[in-house]
């Protein structure tokens, strides 16, 4: 017999939701009885089971081996090499430390912040019932086969991709799926089309959400990596990772620096061989000076410890760093594409609104269900107490519930349906507990809510009577109810409902009564009539406290900032109007309109559109992919299962802590350790920081660097010794401008980070700027140190003394000049010395240990160094200010030619 499931090659589900069941039934050869377990066990080792791929957590030697993996790194390790092949070891074994040590620096980080990328697998561990050769059994989750029937009920979590054959007030929360906030009433007889997006599919229950309420049967379609979330982990491990934007930047400059030092060490060992006489070995030690000074050999640990200094700094303010090489990123983006439920919003739903019968509108402050806020009438607080109308609607709302909320030590505990607990966190606002009403009121019977009712009602005895209290769908609710005729008529209050939804709200009708008959526990209620009508509440999955600000911030900023989640377009829009994103419903974006782009077309059209509802996970990872094409550094916040592919293809994938799944945050590289969207704007802030305080490093290496080969230069070209040997320019490079880079790392905000523009996603590491600073710098230590070291040389001095007091005047520049890396436009004078204590022990330090090595006998033996006498340090001192001098004028300059830019 021909397995039915073999035709779907992978998970589409594409056409299971648009047939009747008859008509599946008869295609897939199949009852509505199961299967028996000798078909089970066939189909098993067909299709394998149901479970997802592990993808084993890295070993900590592929942790080790990924920091060796950069441009730079493979130019260092070059220079080892030809150093080692002329015999020069002293040389190699420096350039050596500097690599592992940098690779354990790094990889320790990586590794302390790796997590398990397990997180799909664990959704599939569960057991499940099902049924076989007629009888119900509990099985393993992964025992599951297509073509068996699976039974649900309230709590259980769904084992695959199910075809709805019968439901009984079924609800399922697919929140992780599709982001929907609200659990979806499935429909068995529901039919849709192709184009129907998954969080419409009524008939369908998908692999890995969970059942709030009611019962049902269906039918298995699709299981493992043929179900929706099996696609999603597809796309996980399939889609490749956006590159951070400072590894972007340093592999460009990386570049740039690798060819620039082949050419220039080529040209200028030409010109020393045909116009001097030099010989080969001697042009080859020039060459590898040459590449020594031009290699900033510090760079790679300085800037792993940058970013690990940013590692602490962001994870003291709630941004834990899972990939060392990603804590800029935040700082770099131009566009934050995030996700809405439990990201902008709480994912709790909260009553906002009371509309009492007689026309008085109550507003509730707080978010979430802990009940921490007030009722407000007219801007005033007030208590149930103070109105008997809003004390039977309150009175109702927490007798009619089979919720729970109470306070366990210092926190708020609750379980049941979100829309229970939500009125019980207003009832509490209102001074209204349940068990301190259930005393009073003690609860005889009741009617549960059932989707085809619309409605719950609790039957409660108080002074010898028997009150009933409902609440439920608008329209069901007031069609119970005696509406006086000399207050608003029916139809006002269904307009009042209509209005509250949209504006986004869930609404609730809240009545009371009174029955005549005697109720006891094992009656099943009439249901009731001529209710006195109290009221409406709208609810809604609230703004995150400081979501509004963080969006405001991240636009002044420069920073676009768009939503997108799979809700309903309504409340999609009632959220993004809070935020100042939408104001009006043509602003919202839907998927089934994404379907109908080309690839050209959707890149242009998310340049404008700033809100997204009903997009499916599939469409979320084009978006992202889509605005990444169009120019934009693009992070990606979100914390559902539905995420995870989206969050892997931006350049920064921002997972939640505390609400976000396994799944999203294995495939983010920070996470939001208090699941607040304020906290990006802190990470924002952070990012950039971390960016200036490398660019401070860079250009301290770089220009001091450049310096070296301005002077190398010099004297190869006008026929001079060589002015520093390549062991005494590795000594420059790695200790003492090491200590001071590394100092520099720890510098403080300047103040203004977030009132910058975010820089170009094309824009190099050397900008106009960087490239006019560093090329004066480069002067003026270069042209200096050559005449300084020709002057010595007219004066008598021999080669090895000339070059000991070059080699303590470099020393000092760097010394000097690390007070001009400190800020790219503010005055050196303008910045206290104070500020970081940090940077004053490096320089002090950095200082000190070359003035020991001009007397201790192993450093004069390898650095050919000795000490000097006052002249010559009095000297090498005021040569060194020079570059002060020099860059102080610059930066007025630079102030004058562009007021209105910082930074070019």
């Known amino acids: 017999m021909r397995d039915p499931f073999m035709d779907t090659a992978k998970v589409s589900n594409s056409d299971w939701h648009i047939k009747e069941i008859p008509t599946l039934l008869a295609e897939l050869s199949i009852t509505e009885n199961g299967l028996t377990q000798a078909e089970a066990a066939k189909r098993l080792k067909t299709h394998g089971l149901n479970s997802l791929p592990r993808q084993p957590k890295p070993a900590w030697w592929q942790v080790l081996g990924r920091q060796f993996k950069s441009p730079l790194i493979y130019i260092l390790v070059v220079a080892a090499v030809v150093s080692t092949s002329i015999g020069d070891f002293t040389d190699a074994i420096f350039i050596g430390m500097v690599l592992l040590l940098n690779a354990i620096i790094g990889g320790f980080q990586e590794w302390r912040a790796e997590e398990s990328a397990q997180a799909l697998q664990k959704l599939l561990q569960f057991h499940t019932t099902v049924e076989r050769d007629g009888e119900l059994l509990e099985i393993d989750a992964e025992q599951v086969a297509p073509g068996d029937v699976i039974w649900l009920e309230s709590g259980n979590r769904v084992p695959a991709d199910i075809r709805l054959l019968m439901t009984h007030g079924l609800e399922v929360d697919e929140s992780l799926l599709t982001g929907e906030s609200l659990a979806v009433l499935k429909d068995p007889a529901w039919t849709g089309s192709l184009q129907t997006p998954l969080a419409d599919r009524r008939n369908m229950a998908h692999a890995g959400s969970t059942v709030i309420r009611g019962r049902g049967k269906g039918m298995v379609v699709a299981t493992g990596m043929k179900t929706t979330i099996g696609q999603l982990a597809m796309d996980v491990l399939s889609v490749s990772s956006g590159k951070p934007p400072l590894l972007v930047r340093m592999e460009r400059f990386s570049y740039v620096v690798a060819i620039a030092v082949l050419v220039a060490s080529f040209v200028l060992a030409l010109i020393g061989i045909l116009t001097h006489g030099h010989s080969i070995h001697e042009m080859f030690m020039f060459g590898v000076a040459m590449a020594v000074s031009a290699i900033p050999e510090g760079l790679p640990i300085a800037l792993t410890v940058a970013l690990a200094i940013g590692t602490t700094r962001m994870a003291a303010r709630g941004v834990i760093i899972r990939r060392l090489a990603a804590v800029e990123g935040l700082g770099s983006c131009t566009l934050i594409a995030s996700d809405k439920t439990g990201t902008l919003t709480c994912n709790e739903l909260t009553v906002r609104e009371i509309h009492l019968a007689k026309g008085e509108v109550f507003k509730i402050t707080g978010e979430g269900f802990a009940p921490e806020g007030q009722v407000l009438f007219q801007d005033q607080p007030v208590k149930a107490v103070q109105h008997s109308l809003l004390e039977g609607l309150v009175r109702t709302a927490v007798l009619c519930n089979e919720a729970d909320l109470h306070r366990s030590g210092e926190t708020w505990v609750w379980c049941g349906d979100p829309t229970d607990i939500a009125l019980l966190s207003m009832g509490n606002k209102l001074g209204w507990d349940q068990n301190t009403a259930l005393k009073q009121f003690p609860q005889v019977n009741q009617i549960p809510f059932e989707p085809e009712y619309q409605f719950s009602a609790s039957f409660h005895q108080f002074n010898g009577e028997t009150k009933v209290f409902i609440k439920g769908a608008p329209e069901r609710v007031l069609a119970m109810c005696d509406i006086p005729k000399d207050g608003k008529s029916r139809e006002q209050f269904h307009n009042t409902a209509e209005d509250l939804a949209r504006k986004g709200y869930r609404v609730l009708a809240l009545a009371q009564g009174r029955i005549d008959e005697e109720l006891d526990s094992l009656q099943v209620p009439s249901e009731p009539g001529d209710l006195e009508f109290l009221g409406f509440v709208g609810m809604i999955d609230p703004l995150r406290p400081g979501a509004r600000e963080a969006v ?120 939001i350790s208090d699941d607040n969207f304020a906290t990006i704007v802190s990470g924002i802030e952070e990012g950039r920081i971390i960016y200036d305080n490398v660019r401070k490093v860079i250009y301290l290496l770089v220009s001091t660097g450049a310096a070296e080969i301005v002077l190398l230069t010099l004297a190869i070209v006008l026929g001079m010794p060589l002015p520093l040997l390549p062991v005494q320019l590795l000594w420059l490079n790695l200790v003492t401008n090491g200590i001071q880079d590394v100092a520099l790392a720890f510098e403080p905000s300047e103040g203004d980070v977030l009132n910058r523009q ?147």
């Open 552 to 671: 405001i911030a991240c636009g002044a900023s420069g920073i676009t900032v768009s939503m997108v989640t799979g809700d309903h377009p309504i409340t999609a829009l009632a959220i993004a109007s809070e935020l100042g994103l939408a104001t009006h419903p043509e602003q919202v974006v839907t998927g089934t309109e994404l379907l109908e782009k080309s690839e050209e077309e959707l890149q242009r059209f998310v340049q404008n559109a700033r809100v997204f509802a009903r997009v499916a996970p599939d469409q979320k990872l084009k978006l992202v992919q889509a605005l990444r094409k169009s120019g934009h550094f693009v992070a990606v916040t979100g914390d559902g299962v539905n995420d995870a592919p989206a969050l892997r293809a931006a350049n920064i994938g921002v997972a939640m802590g505390k609400s976000g799944t396994d799944v999203a945050r294995g495939a983010a590289e920070l996470v």
């Open 758 to 904: 975010p820089r170009k996603p094309n824009e190099p590491i050397f900008n106009r700027l960087m490239i006019e600073r560093t090329v004066i710098a480069a002067l003026v230590m270069g042209f200096a140190g050559f005449f300084f070291f020709h002057y010595l040389l007219r004066s008598g001095w021999s080669e090895s003394s000339a070059r000991n007091a070059l080699l303590l005047l470099m020393v000092l520049f760097e010394n000097v000049h690390i007070a001009n890396c400190r800020s790219e436009t503010k005055s050196a004078f303008s910045i206290s010395i104070f500020r970081s204590p940090i940077l004053i022990y490096g320089v002090i330090g950095a200082f000190l240990i070359h003035v020991l090595s001009m007397f201790l006998p192993l450093a004069q033996k390898f650095l050919r160094t000795e000490p000097v006498d006052f002249s010559t340090w009095m000297l090498a001192f005021g040569c060194s200010l020079s570059i002060l001098v020099v860059m102080e004028i610059h930066k007025w300059s630079w102030k004058y030619r562009y007021p209105s830019n910082r930074k070019l």
